[in-house]
C-alpha cells in the first residue's frame, strides 16, 4: 500500500509512515462531509462559524513552535521562516472571522427599470476539495478552508504526501477550536483515489496549488464533471529593475524575494530583468550577495537557507541547471549540490528559445537578463507561459503605474517584495491558473451569489 512518509530532507531519514485511506473509508469520508453541509453552513450562524475559526487562528499562535518544528523535518524548511508562516496563518483566520459578516452581507442592486429590489446574496455551496502543496504546508489550507468553513462550505483536504504530519496536526487545530468531525476531513489519497472524489456529483468544487501538470490533470477531471475548480500554479516571475536611488536596497530585496523558502515559491523572483546601464552593477552586487547566504541545518537558529524540499526536488533542479549550461547559459556562480542541499546560483546569458528561458526554476536559482529600453524589459517580462506575480523597481511614478500596467500578471508589486497580506488577492493568469485566494476575492470563489428580485 502506498504510503504518505515523512522523510527529513536534510538528512534522508524517514521519520514515521502513514497509510493511504482504504477505497471505503474514502467513500464514507465524502458521505460525512456532504452531510455535515446542511447543519455547518445553514444552521450553525455565521457569527458561531467566524467564532470557531478566530479560534484555529488562536490554536495556530498558541502551537507555533510544534506545528513549525512539523514541517522543519517534513520539507526542510528554516526554522525562523517555519514559524513566520504559522504567524501568518493566525492573520489570515482572524482577518476572515473579524469579516465574515462584512463579506457575507447582503449586496444590493440598484434596478435599472421596475418597481422593487433586487439583491445578491451569498451562501456555501457544498462539499470542496482542496488539493495542498508541499511548500507552504499551513499557510496553503488557511487561505483555502479558513474562508470557506466560514462561509459554510464543507472540506475534503488532500495534503502532499510529504506532509502527513502537518496535515495531522491542522486537522486536531480544527478539531479542537469546535469545527465538527465531519465538516473538515483530512485524506491520505492516491491520485487516483482523488480523480473518483472529483468525479463524485456531491463534490462542489476544487481547489488545486500545485504544478501546471498537476493542475491541467485537475482541470481535465473537473470540467469533464461541470465543477468549478481554481488553481494556483507554477511562476517564473520576473524582477524589472529599471532605475533605483538605492542599488544594495534593490539588491538585498533581489536577494530576499530568490531564496525565501530555498526559492520554492511559486511567486518568488526568478527572472531579474535590468536596464542596460544598471546590468553590470547590480549583477556585481546580486553575486556577492547571494554567494553570501548559504545552507545550513533548518533547525538551527540564524539559518538562512535549508535543503531543498525532497531528493527528487534536487535532482530536478540540478538537471535543469547543468542543461542551461549546456545550452548556452553562463553559470555565474553556484550550480553544486551537497543532498539536498544546493547553492545559491546565478544564471546569465539565456538565450531565447532554450529551456531555461521558458522553464520554472524551483529553487535558489537566479537568471538574470540585460535589456536596452523599458519597452525591451516589458517584452521579456511577458515573454513567459506564466503570469503569477511580478515586481518592478523604478524612481518614476509615472513609468511605475505604466509599466505595472502593461505586464501580464496576476500581481504587481511596485519597489517591494514579500509584500502578500491576508487581505491581498493571490492568483495569476496564463499557465498560472485562474481564480483567486485571500481578501474578499478569495471569500468569493465558493458561494452561491443568488439573485433575489422582490417587485
Same mark, same amino acid.
Given at each position: ?55 484555529v487562528g488562536e ?167 461541470l465543477t468549478k ?25 533581489? *536577494? ?75 553559470? *555565474? ?117 443568488k439573485l433575489i428580485?422582490?417587485?
Amino acid at each position: 500500500m502506498a504510503e504518505y512518509a515523512v522523510v527529513n530532507p536534510a538528512t534522508g531519514e524517514t521519520l514515521k509512515t502513514y497509510p493511504t485511506i482504504s477505497d471505503g473509508d474514502l467513500g464514507a469520508a465524502i458521505d460525512r462531509v456532504h452531510a455535515a453541509h446542511a447543519p455547518w453552513g445553514r444552521e450553525t450562524p455565521l457569527e458561531e462559524r467566524a467564532a470557531i475559526i478566530r479560534r484555529v487562528g488562536e490554536l495556530h499562535g498558541e502551537r507555533r513552535q510544534e506545528l513549525a518544528e512539523i514541517i522543519v523535518r517534513e520539507m526542510g524548511k528554516p526554522l525562523e521562516q517555519a514559524l513566520g508562516e504559522v504567524d501568518f496563518c493566525v492573520d489570515i483566520y482572524g482577518f476572515y472571522a473579524d469579516r465574515a459578516t462584512e463579506l457575507l452581507a447582503d449586496e444590493p442592486i440598484e434596478l435599472l427599470a421596475g418597481d422593487g429590489t433586487a439583491i445578491v446574496r451569498r451562501s456555501s455551496v457544498g462539499v470542496l476539495l482542496g488539493i495542498m502543496p508541499w511548500n507552504f504546508p499551513y499557510y496553503q489550507v488557511a487561505r483555502f478552508a479558513g474562508p470557506n468553513l466560514i462561509i459554510g462550505n464543507t472540506i475534503l483536504l488532500k495534503h502532499a504526501p510529504q506532509c502527513p504530519e502537518s496535515a495531522e496536526a491542522i486537522e486536531r487545530i480544527y478539531r479542537d477550536a469546535g469545527v465538527p468531525s465531519d465538516a473538515y476531513v483530512n485524506i491520505y489519497a492516491t491520485n487516483h483515489q482523488i480523480k473518483t472524489v472529483i468525479e463524485d456529483p456531491r463534490v462542489q468544487g476544487v481547489s488545486v496549488t500545485g504544478s501546471g501538470r498537476a493542475g491541467a490533470a485537475v482541470a481535465a477531471i473537473a470540467g469533464a464533471n461541470l465543477t468549478k475548480v481554481v488553481l494556483e500554479l507554477g511562476g517564473s516571475d520576473p524582477f524589472v529593475l529599471l532605475s533605483t536611488d538605492d542599488l544594495d536596497a534593490v539588491v538585498q530585496q533581489a *536577494v530576499d524575494a530568490r531564496l525565501d523558502n530555498a526559492g520554492q515559491s511559486c511567486n518568488a523572483a526568478k527572472r531579474f530583468v535590468v536596464i542596460d546601464d544598471l546590468y553590470e552593477p547590480f549583477l556585481k552586487k546580486l553575486t556577492a550577495a547571494i554567494e553570501a547566504v548559504e545552507y545550513g541545518d533548518p533547525t538551527a537558529e540564524g539559518t538562512a537557507m535549508g535543503p531543498l524540499s525532497s531528493a527528487s526536488a534536487a535532482d530536478r533542479l540540478e538537471e535543469q541547471v547543468g542543461r542551461a549550461v549546456e545550452q548556452g547559459a553562463t553559470l *555565474v556562480t553556484g550550480g553544486q549540490r551537497e543532498g539536498n542541499f544546493y547553492r545559491t546560483t546565478i544564471l546569465t546569458d539565456i538565450a531565447k528559445g532554450t529551456d531555461a528561458y521558458q522553464e520554472e526554476f524551483f529553487g535558489p536559482v537566479a537568471s538574470v537578463y540585460r535589456v536596452g529600453s523599458e519597452e525591451e524589459a516589458i517584452t521579456l517580462a511577458n515573454d513567459t507561459p506564466y503570469g503569477l506575480g511580478s515586481y518592478l523597481f523604478t524612481t518614476d511614478a509615472e513609468q511605475a503605474a505604466r509599466v505595472a500596467d502593461r505586464i501580464e500578471a496576476g500581481m504587481v508589486f511596485v519597489n517591494l517584495v514579500l509584500a502578500d497580506g491576508a487581505e491581498l488577492p493571490f492568483g495569476g493568469v496564463k499557465g498560472s491558473g485562474f481564480g483567486r485566494e485571500l481578501g474578499r476575492y478569495g471569500a468569493d470563489e465558493f458561494v452561491n451569489k443568488k439573485l433575489i428580485r422582490v417587485g
